[in-house]
């Protein structure tokens, strides 16, 4: 079975497990690029779409809207099924790709301010009198794009997010195990805070976009925390290549049919395939993390419409309470419950890393994920060596 029909299929797998650094030889222009012709052309035409509907109104500007709408969807999908191969471009084709979309955020103001002698920013504002600054913000959206594009495909963000969403939708069908397990430590540690006057005065005057960076706070902390826990893991993680072992990880994988007769030794990672499996393992984290935060916002809404009155609200803010958009819910009450969950999220995500019975029922299948990768891996390269043999 030792083919390239196989080894090929095995990286396709990869990819779609959110673990494409594991393919040998992997590299920007042989296999990032290619995988980002989709994104970099939705954002081109994008950019093109965004300058018709400056010249547009009325019904005329929806319909261009669905049209282009419609053709960005189209090249998406188009070039989606011609890198589906892979490709490997050559040095020319990755030269002129490159510089077609560094020619976009030129182009785009430019063609622009030649039909009606002003340049409209990307943030919506028109700015007839300062091109170069608009031409500037351009190269900074499209700059900002190609970076982001760059490093969710390198490290397969958008089959990770995929893989989390389905996660999340299992842990949701086993909410009752999961919040029964994580909600009581939280619990122990969060809820007499919640009737804590001084914190619903606070809440009161804090507006959401401060509310916001506090959640963000939060996720930072959880993202470092992790990052430095999953680090020593991966270290951790034993990579048990008997052939008996091989055979049930490579089920339901391209590698079902090699024959494996030995035990095969270990691979070294490189620092690019650590992050990627860093990314892999972070991102479950922090699923497993929002969805213990959803139940806690939700527990802390439902107990604060039971105790707290508005008159106990008034009473200990000091004054009537500022209201949010549903009515008969005091805004302090729902920035509570946020600050609560983002905190009781963060603690939850530390715990499952930590305490052992916590890392037995959470953390254990994320890492059975990457051990699975990395048998797999091993018999890729094993085959891979025989196919180009």
Known sequence: ????????????????????????????????????MPALAFVAVGSL??????????LSRWVLLGLIVAVMVTAW???SVVVRRMPNFSPRTTVLVLVAYAAMPVITPLVQYAIDSKVTAPAGDDQPDSVWGALALFVVFFGLAFLATMLAT????GSLVRAAIRHVIADLRNSVHLLGRALPPMLFVTLFLFFTGELWQAMNQLRWPRVSLVVLLFASITVLAAAARLRDEIGRVEQDLR?????????????????????????????QQVRNLLV???IRQLVQAAVVGLALFAFFVVLGLIV????IAEQWIGATPAMSL???VPSAMLRNATLFAAFGSMYFSVISMSDAEHRRQFFAPVLEKVERTLEVRAVYLEVRERALA
């Open 49 to 58: 779409a965004w300058l018709v509907l400056q010249q547009s109104s009325g």
């Open 154 to 157: 390198t490290y397969g963000l």
């Open 308 to 311: 707290v009155t508005p008159a």
């Open 243 to 271: 052939p008996e072992i091989l055979e049930v990880a490579c089920k339901g994988t391209p590698l079902s049919d090699v024959d494996i007769t030995e035990p095969l030794p270990p691979r070294r990672l490189n620092g």
């Open 77 to 79: 999908v188009l070039l």
């Open 280 to 282: 892999m393992l972070a």
């Open 326 to 328: 549903v009515p008969g």
């Open 1 to 36: 079975m030792a083919s390239p029909e196989v080894v090929w299929r095995t990286e396709q797998w990869f990819v779609r497990q959110g673990a494409p650094t594991m393919i040998e030889g992997y590299g920007f222009r042989s296999h990032v690029l290619p995988r980002m």
